[in-house]
Structures are given as C-alpha cells and as structure tokens.
C-alpha cells in the first residue's frame, strides 16, 4: 500500500523563488516530454511510453548544474505524463471521448513528488520536511 503524505509549506522569499523555479522546471520537462510523445504519435500513429526518453531528459539533467531536479522527480514527472497518456488511449479504445494530455501552463502545474531534500538544501533553502 502506497502512503502519501502532504506538507504545508511557509516559505521565505528566497525559498518561495526557489520553489517556483523548481516547479517551472518540472513544467518545462512535462512539456517537452509531451511533445516528443506528441510528434511520434503524429509520425506513426502509435503511441509511446512517455518514460522513453528518459535518457534525454537524465543527460539534459546533468548538462545542465543549476538545475533543482533529481533524478527521482524527474522520473515521477515522465510518469505522472504516462498516466495521462495511459488513460487517453484507455478512452479512445473503450470509445469514450478522450482528453488528450494537455500542455501545462504556468498556474496548471501546482505539485510535483520530490524525494530528496540535497538539492533543495543546496539551492539555500532551509528546513526540512
């Protein structure tokens, strides 16, 4: 059985800017991941697995040093856009109308799972959860 758990945040300015660029990241990985899903739902009419191209996403990760993301969350992120694909094709096959999986603009991602705390740590950000 999976346990999740929620905590309520009181951030500082600087945690607060933190924060929200680690959310903008995360809404940048969605975006891009759905669009590769995207384009070769296009080219070929079949779908893919949005965890496909993690090795992209694990090597533009490390290229990258500023980044707050994790290995760990950014897989969640793939996942959570695998669900979404996974149940529009669900739809389409049961006839239903499906949603595709849409774009997630600024106000339309609001969480994201992140399971270690050393990024954040290093990014200045104090506490702990």
Not at 53 to 73: I, Q, T
Request: aromatic share 14%; glycine share 6%; charged share 30%.
């Amino acid at each position: 059985m999976k346990r999740t758990y929620e905590y309520r945040l009181y951030p500082r300015k600087a945690e607060q800017k933190a924060l929200d660029l680690l959310l903008e990241q995360h809404r940048e990985v969605y975006n891009r991941a759905l669009e590769q899903c995207k384009n070769v739902y296009e080219a070929t009419g079949t779908g893919q697995r949005a965890i496909n191209p993690w090795s992209y996403f694990r090597d533009w990760r490390n290229a990258y040093g500023d980044l707050l993301l994790n290995a760990s969350s950014l897989q969640h992120t793939l996942r959570r856009l695998d669900k979404a694909f996974g149940a529009f094709f669900r739809r389409v096959k049961a006839g239903e109308t499906p949603g595709y999986p849409r774009f997630k603009g600024k106000d339309r991602l609001k969480s994201i799972a992140y399971t270690h705390l050393r990024r954040w740590r290093e990014a200045g950000l104090r506490g702990s959860l």
